[in-house]
Nanobody, 124 residues
């Protein structure tokens, strides 16, 4: 079983940047597609981005294309989410998730391993 621990969240002014990290431990990290989700108060959990096990395939929800970038470092078993030009709409708890599959998914139900989440707050 893979365990996930997110870090890198915090308070940032509008227009600023943050880089989230998701450190994986346990079974073979390279067998898992890794996703980032976020959940704002009163809203459903939303798929933000995903990276395939090989790192070749990446997926972004339309609202963060050209704003966020997902990457992975297999040697460190870590997935990153670089978030730029942040605005108040990006305020949420961000979760890292893993699924043992070659293909990404934007559905939260497709992932069976989750981190504890990290809060991102963007002040205007």
């Amino acid at each position: 079983q893979v365990q996930l621990v997110e870090s890198g969240g915090g308070l940032v002014q509008a227009g600023g940047s943050l880089r989230l990290s998701c450190a994986a431990s346990g079974r073979t990290f390279s067998n898992y597609a890794m996703g980032w989700f976020r959940q704002a108060p009163g809203r459903e959990r939303e798929g933000v981005s995903c990276i395939s096990p090989t790192g070749v395939g990446t997926v972004y929800t339309d609202s963060v294309k050209d704003q966020f970038a997902i990457s992975k470092d297999t040697t460190k078993a870590t997935v990153y989410l670089q978030m730029n030009s942040l605005n108040s709409e990006d305020t949420a708890v961000y979760y890292c998730a893993a699924r043992r599959h070659l293909v990404c998914s934007s559905r939260a139900s497709a992932y069976d391993i989750w981190g504890q989440g990290t809060q991102v707050t963007v002040s205007s």
